[in-house]
C-alpha cells in the first residue's frame, strides 16, 4: 500500500464500521479508569449513559449478574461480538 492509499483508508474507515466503532472500548476504558472491580449495574449504567447502540446495549443485558474484571468483561464481550458477527462493525475490547 503507498502512502496515500494509507492516509485515505485512516480518514476514511471502511464502510461496514459503524458510526460507533470504537465507543464500547473507550466505555470499558472509562469504567476501569480507577476500579479493578466493576459490577453488572455500574455497566449498564455506562452504557446508557455512554448512548451505545440498541445491539451492544442488549449485550450489556445479557450479562449475568456478578462483579467483573476488566479480563473477564472483555472476554465476556469479544465472544458476545464476534458470535454475532460484530467485530468489524463496533470493534472489540481489550
Do not use: C
Amino acid at each position: 500500500m503507498d502512502e496515500a492509499s494509507a492516509k485515505t483508508t485512516k480518514a476514511h474507515p471502511p464502510d461496514y464500521y459503524s458510526e460507533d466503532f470504537g465507543l464500547l472500548q473507550r466505555m470499558i476504558d472509562a469504567l476501569y479508569q480507577d476500579r479493578r472491580l466493576v459490577s453488572r449495574l455500574d455497566i449498564l449504567t455506562y452504557g446508557e449513559s455512554f448512548d451505545l447502540p440498541a445491539d451492544l446495549q442488549e449485550l450489556l443485558t445479557l450479562l449475568p449478574p456478578q462483579r467483573y474484571s476488566r479480563q473477564r468483561l472483555a472476554d465476556q464481550l469479544n465472544s458476545a461480538i464476534s458470535g454475532h458477527g460484530w467485530g468489524l462493525v463496533y470493534g472489540t475490547v481489550e
